[in-house]
């Protein structure tokens, strides 16, 4: 059976909001490179340090903290 696009490549992208923990799900992409705090599918927590920016990382998360709480990478996009 053939593979359809949507199986293969985003198709959506939403913004984080980081003046507030975000829940979300999805890849991460960093628009301005930092620190990103996160919480991942598997329920642990990690701080992502110093992200490069203009990538779709493939780190699969659940939560997005916001900048008061952990994060200091900007323009942050969920993939899917």
């Known amino acids: 059976m053939a593979r359809s696009l949507t199986d293969t490549y985003a198709t959506h992208a939403d913004a984080v909001v980081l003046s507030s ?47 008061t709480n952990g994060t200091s990478a900007t323009d942050i996009l969920i993939v899917r």
Do not use: R
Request: proline share 2%; glycine share 10%.
């Open 21 to 67: 923990d975000s829940v979300v799900e999805g890849f991460l992409y960093v628009g301005v490179s930092g620190d990103v705090k996160v919480d991942m599918v598997s329920g642990d927590t990690v701080t992502y340090k110093a992200l490069a920016a203009g990538v779709v990382h493939p780190i699969y998360v659940k939560k997005v903290y916001s900048t």
